[in-house]
């Protein structure tokens, strides 16, 4: 059968395929609408959700200028769309969400009747299946950003495309261009895949269809024109280079874990599948349609584009940017499965549904850690803890962006005055900090963070308030309650690893230059050492190898000063070292302290944390290039239990928690 009417088939039913095929795919729509509707009241905002509502102004025109020009990068489409729909229907995180939600549920659809066009009915349903049951595709469709939206326009203009070409109908080719211009004033790389999909078209259009399709796409060039000053502005900011690196050699290779769930048996199923999918294409002649090429050219082209932008000129590559061509690949391996006969399809469709569920929801823990916000649990525990000791016996520290925080503060109706906190964010001032803390003696501090903290702040403040209340950890956030009050209790949160004057440990190597002269405290009787015109003398080194730990844990090192000159400039330092390489270097210094702060006791903070890279030593001195009076009471080393969910959206999770 030629190709033409190959796709032609199905194209006068708006729901195509035999009615155990429209069955099966009812069951797998229903489950994959299950699967992205539950808990909906419970979906939290995520950050990038809540810094989209928070650009939406009064006047549509005041949004599109500050809320998009101005703050975003993303084309004006979804802040527009959210403008009106917040607008009628208000900001409660289920109302924003729904929309996208039952767009993304849609794209199912309309990939089912391309995959089904293109193909066959097994290859539409096991991809159904696939993209019912995924994170993949569950996450963002909760998520009220443009990665839904594009995953809709996208999956239209494909079967709109597909239609024009096998009926050539005005309504077909209306709609071909309604999915362009919607794909491109939602996100840059659905407009890339928009713009690939429609170039496919010019070489498979008839004759006698290309003017009408050309005139097609110069009416979407000129509905985009007035988006694209913001396209040239947005374009010459470059990438996410602050925040984002570029892809390393695993990028690939963890993207493909993700995509399924980090099981063996998921993939593996999967992976079975494909193979048979190429050994039935080579033992069976299948027609020589052009689908064999351009779907991997849509699925590849934007992965390859992106990856190579993001290394030679700037990163953008995420996992969220490519959802719009994700599908065509899964079209493109599958393809071989077009002639699989009804029992096998369901087979297979039960076995990968079976299995995506089954993972998202124990594997992935998806319905357990994608609920609750870091912002609302810091508002809603500073506010608490208020409650509980009250405004004098409370200090309230976040650090989290203030639009955010505001938001819950309106969501919960409270006032600034009900939970005065205070803003560590963007201030990057330890001295400032540490005397804040010095004198909130007798409080209860409450540390509310959120990606982007100061790892230092949390042994800043565990430094003068030494006792843990409770934390809570949260998907990229935590929450800790500190007080100084009663002796420090021993906990799993921070371990002591070595100091100065401890007793000798395996592991630990203490360095005290023999020249190096001694006082004695008189308010505690301890002694101590004494820096003057002298860069070092002071050294831990503790090889974290032997210690057992885990690798993503911090290490905190507490160099404390009973007093330091005026003129003093003394840092303490840590390196993480593996073999002769140094590849973590840290260091904070005395010198934000001001004058009223350099005659109290002092506790200058570094961090590291060596990720994943195992056996390294950890090194840590004081070293003084002022060469001035400084009197070091010890040198602390404290290990402290990472956040185990601090990513858990997009890594595999640690089944010890």
Not at 33 to 53: G, I, K, Q, Y
Request: glycine letters at 6%; a neutral charge; proline letters at 6%.
């Amino acid at each position: 059968m030629e190709w033409r009417a190959h796709i032609a088939r199905f194209g006068g039913q708006w729901f195509s395929g035999e009615l155990w095929v429209r069955i099966t795919f009812l069951v797998l729509f229903a489950l994959a609408a299950l699967l992205r509707f539950w808990n909906l009241p419970n979906l939290p905002f995520t950050h990038d959700e809540l810094s989209a509502l928070v650009r939406i102004y009064p006047t549509l025109g005041e949004t599109i200028q500050r809320g998009v020009i101005e703050l975003d990068t993303h084309p004006p489409g979804v802040q527009v769309f959210e403008w009106i729909w917040t607008k009628v229907f208000g900001t409660g995180e289920a109302i924003v969400k729904f929309p996208f939600i039952a767009l993304a549920l849609l794209a199912l659809f309309f990939l089912y009747r391309f995959a089904l066009a293109w193909s066959s009915a097994p290859v539409a349903l096991i991809t159904t299946a696939l993209l019912a049951t995924l994170q993949y595709t569950v996450l963002y469709a909760q998520i009220a950003r443009p990665y839904a939206i594009g995953f809709f326009t996208t999956a239209l203009l494909a079967d709109q495309l597909t239609r024009y070409l096998a009926h050539n109908t005005r309504r077909t080719l209306i709609g071909t261009g309604i999915a362009v211009v919607l794909s491109a004033y939602t996100h840059h790389f659905a407009l890339l895949l928009a713009a690939i999909m429609v170039v496919t078209g010019f070489f498979l259009l008839r004759p006698e269809q290309r003017k009408a399709y050309s005139i097609l796409c110069a009416a979407c060039l000129l509905v985009y024109l007035p988006n694209l000053p913001i396209f040239l502005k947005q374009l010459s900011l470059g990438g996410l280079d602050g925040w984002l690196p570029p892809p390393d050699s695993a990028w690939i290779s963890n993207y493909i874990a993700w995509i399924f769930h980090f099981s063996m048996v998921f993939g593996g199923a999967f992976g079975l599948l494909v193979i048979a999918a190429l050994i039935l294409r080579m033992r069976r002649s299948a027609p020589a349609d052009p689908s064999r090429w351009f779907l991997l050219v849509w699925g590849l082209l934007p992965l390859a584009i992106g990856y190579g932008y993001s290394i030679w000129r700037s990163p953008v590559l995420q996992y969220s940017l490519v959802l719009f061509s994700f599908p065509y690949i899964i079209i493109a391996l599958l393809s071989g499965l077009r002639a699989l006969d009804r029992n096998w399809t369901v087979i297979a469709c039960t076995v990968i549904a079976g299995l995506g569920t089954f993972t998202l929801i124990h594997d992935r823990q998806h319905y357990t850690i994608f609920q609750g916000s870091r912002y609302e649990a810091m508002v809603q525990a500073g506010f608490a803890t208020i409650q509980e000791f009250g405004t004098d016996g409370s200090l309230v520290l976040f650090d989290a962006p203030d639009p955010q925080i505001e938001f819950y503060m309106r969501k919960h109706g409270l006032t600034r005055g009900e939970v005065p906190y205070v803003q560590l964010r963007g201030t990057n001032d330890p001295g400032a900090l540490d005397s804040l803390l010095s004198r909130a003696e007798g409080k209860v501090v409450l540390l509310g963070l959120s990606n982007g903290y100061e790892p230092e702040d949390i042994a800043r403040v565990q430094a003068r308030f030494p006792n843990l209340l409770d934390r809570a950890d949260h998907v990229e956030g935590r929450v800790y309650r500190f007080t100084d009050l009663g002796s420090e209790a021993p906990n799993a949160e921070r371990t002591f690893m070595a100091s100065l004057t401890g007793q000798e440990q395996p592991g630990v190597s203490v360095d005290i230059h023999s020249d190096l002269p001694t006082y004695l405290n008189e308010r505690t009787g301890e002694q101590g050492w004494l820096f003057a015109d002298r860069e070092f003398g002071l050294a831990l080194e503790v090889s974290l190898g032997s210690l057992g730990t885990k690798q993503k844990d911090e290490f905190e090192v507490v160099l404390e000063l009973d007093s330091v000159a005026s003129t003093s400039a003394i840092h303490v330092v840590v390196e993480l070292r593996k073999d002769d390489s140094t590849f973590v270097y840290r260091s904070s210094s005395v010198l934000p302290y001001g004058p009223e702060a350099r005659v109290a006791p002092i506790p200058l903070v570094t961090v590291a944390s060596p990720e994943w890279i195992p056996n390294v030593h950890l090194k840590t001195y004081a070293f003084d290039p002022s060469k001035s009076l400084a009197k070091i009471k010890d040198l602390h080393v404290w290990q402290r239990k990472h956040n185990p969910i601090q990513n858990a959206l997009f890594e595999p999770l640690e089944r010890s928690h």
